[in-house]
């Protein structure tokens, strides 16, 4: 148990749509970490956020969003879904600042399904 | 654009022997991670590695950083069959964190 939870555990959109992807990292963690894992690959940084802040980004597209709140959650948007967003979402909470840190916490995931 | 490469992809080793596991990477890092996912799971953190010459052990793995040849390694001594799983490393560069494709590890008895 790392202490961060993801939320829904499932879930089944269409093509077009959007979804919005939850995760409630470790209390004192002020970094979380967002990842997009397809069946087979390793895990592809979205992006981070520290202190309610984007301080670094993949190479994702602007669709894809995301927020950090005071109370240590975080949301992931994805806009305009396609097929090949299809993955496991996983985020990773950390309690320094950005990546330089001795460990990420990850939470369990989203599996996400476009149809 | 910041490269990395794990080899072998899949690994299947009997119970007992022992095995390294390479992770290159292209560009100069700030730090590398080694993380062990178990089919179904989430990412278990293993090693962070932080300065040329790292070296760290837990149990039967020991992982290793040469920052000039931009090349860790994960070595496995006497395999058992719990170390069955997928290990992936990952580099830290600037604001990035870039994952290798994972080595598949089968121990088999």
């Known amino acids: 148990e790392t202490g961060v939870t993801q939320s829904p555990t499932h879930l089944i959109k269409t093509r077009g749509q959007q979804v919005t992807l939850r995760c409630s990292s470790q209390s004192g963690h002020n970094t979380v970490s967002w990842y997009q894992q397809a069946l087979g690959q390793g895990p592809q940084f979205i992006f981070q956020?520290?202190?309610?802040?984007?301080?670094g980004r993949g190479n994702f597209p602007p669709r894809f969003s995301g927020l950090q709140f005071p109370n240590y959650s975080s949301e992931l948007n994805v806009n305009a879904l396609e097929l090949d967003d299809s993955a496991l979402y996983l985020c990773a909470s950390s309690p320094g600042q950005g990546l330089m840190t001795d460990t990420q916490y990850f939470g369990p995931g989203t599996r996400l399904t476009v149809l | 654009e910041l490269k990395v490469e794990q080899n072998p992809l899949f690994l299947s080793m009997q119970e007992g022997k022992n095995y390294t596991i390479y992770c290159n990477y292209s560009t100069t890092s700030d730090r590398l991670y080694w993380y062990r996912q178990d089919p179904g799971k989430s990412l278990e953190s293993l090693f962070v590695?932080?300065?040329?010459?790292a070296v760290k052990q837990e149990g039967r793995l020991m992982a290793s950083l040469d920052t000039k040849a931009r090349l860790s390694t994960l070595h496995i001594t006497a395999a058992v069959h719990d170390l069955s799983a997928t290990y992936f490393c990952a580099v830290v560069t600037t604001g990035k964190s870039t994952f290798g494709d994972g080595t598949t590890l089968t121990v088999k008895p």
């Open positions: 590695l932080l300065s040329n010459g």
């Open positions: 956020y520290y202190r309610e802040e984007e301080n």
